[in-house]
């Protein structure tokens, strides 16, 4: 597979992840997220979401994507130290960062 080939699936994969949180979070309160069936979503789709962000900076590191390191470290953060996750920084992630993501990835498509 091409580098093309492979960042389109990579900043495919963000979109699908993405939009799998939007689907589980949308119009929940912080209080929602307490839930831990929706934590358990917003975790996952965030380490997907930053493994292939990673993946796609290694392809090209050109890439012009806002709060890519932030994304990055909170996955970790969930990897690593999923004990002391805060649900609210898990908020403020799905409502302020990914549909800044979502519009910068989409962005990116278009131009390949």
């Known amino acids: 597979m091409e580098a093309s080939d492979k960042l389109k699936k990579y900043l495919g ?4 992840a993405i939009d799998n949180i939007d689907i589980t979070t949308n119009g929940l309160s912080p209080q929602a997220y ?12 965030i380490e997907i979401i930053a493994e292939a962000l990673k993946r796609c900076w290694l392809i090209d590191s050109s890439l012009n994507i806002s709060y890519k390191q932030q994304i990055i470290s909170t996955r970790n953060k969930i990897t690593h130290e999923y004990d002391v996750i805060d ?26």
């Not at 994969?13 to 699908?16: A, C, F, G």
């Not at 307490?34 to 789709?45: A, C, D």
Request: no cysteine; glycine share 8%.
């Open 34 to 45: 307490q839930k831990y069936e929706v934590g358990w979503v917003v975790e996952r789709g």
């Open 13 to 16: 994969d963000i979109l699908d």
């Open 87 to 112: 649900n609210y920084d898990l908020y403020v992630i799905v409502t302020k960062y990914l549909p800044l993501l979502k519009k910068e990835v989409e962005g990116i498509l278009h131009n390949l």
